[in-house]
């Protein structure tokens, strides 16, 4: 009598990452109900991946991205992918370990807005922290999203705080008139996975323009002057 879950295979690892996936197969007898599980290292599943099938026997298998049934990566760990048949006769499961790395994408920040006015204030120093090693593409784009400049391409930068300058001239080293723009950076780590975030930058070109009112030129101390 063949056994009812047989030929089981699954991959030890998986790099969570949000790419990648483990593919689990095996054989099973017919006229039973398949369910396909992962389950944490204190029991709890976390992911189903073939819920209350019908089966009528055969190979089957399934695909598990790394992912919780809450959509978030997994976190790394020891787990299980579980396959169990039961039937009217009852339930048999087969089980196959497998280690999970996580692997997360940069955090990057940036400010929201900024304002700017070369006239006033040269340069530009726009603050991006990233939590990682990454490589960093920066670029300033228009209200149309049409690249003005490129700052930095797949330059290698450290984890922390570095600024990002920029003067309001274009690839060409002409001035931008005034506007709305952005400053879209993007950050690549060594896995491949990258984060993208921008910056609003207000640019106004003009000077700021002080008026001073002079008071009156003399001054008596007669109780009907005022300065």
């Known amino acids: 009598t063949p056994a009812p879950i047989s030929n089981m295979k699954a991959p030890s690892s998986l790099a969570a990452n949000g790419k990648g996936s483990a593919t689990v197969t095996f054989n099973a007898v017919k006229n039973t109900t398949?369910?396909?599980?992962v389950v944490n290292a204190r029991g709890k599943v976390v992911r189903s991946l073939v819920n209350n099938k019908r089966w009528a026997g055969g190979k089957g298998s399934a695909k598990w991205d790394g992912k919780l049934t809450n959509g978030s990566l997994a976190p790394t760990g020891q787990y299980k992918i579980v396959v169990s048949l039961s039937s009217s006769k009852g339930k048999v499961t087969a089980s196959k370990n497998i280690t999970v790395q996580s692997v997360t994408p940069p955090v990057v920040t940036v400010p929201a807005s900024m304002y700017f006015s070369p006239p006033v204030k040269g340069k530009l120093n726009v603050p991006v922290r990233h939590n990682k090693k990454v490589k960093v593409t920066a670029?300033?784009?228009?209200s149309k999203n049409k690249t003005v400049r490129t700052i930095m391409t797949g330059s290698s930068t450290?984890?922390?705080?570095?600024?990002?300058?920029?003067t309001g001239l274009d690839?060409?080293?002409k001035k931008v008139a005034d506007g709305t723009y952005r400053l879209v950076v993007t950050a690549v780590d060594s896995a491949g996975l990258s984060k993208?975030?921008?910056?609003?930058?207000y640019l106004d070109t003009k000077k700021p323009e002080a008026k001073v009112s002079a008071g009156p030129a003399v001054f008596k101390a007669d109780g009907k002057n005022k300065s």
């Open 139 to 142: 670029k300033i784009v228009d």
């Open 34 to 37: 398949l369910n396909v599980t």
């Open 196 to 201: 993208t975030v921008s910056t609003k930058i």
């Open 171 to 173: 690839g060409r080293g």
């Open 158 to 166: 450290a984890a922390g705080l570095q600024n990002i300058p920029w």
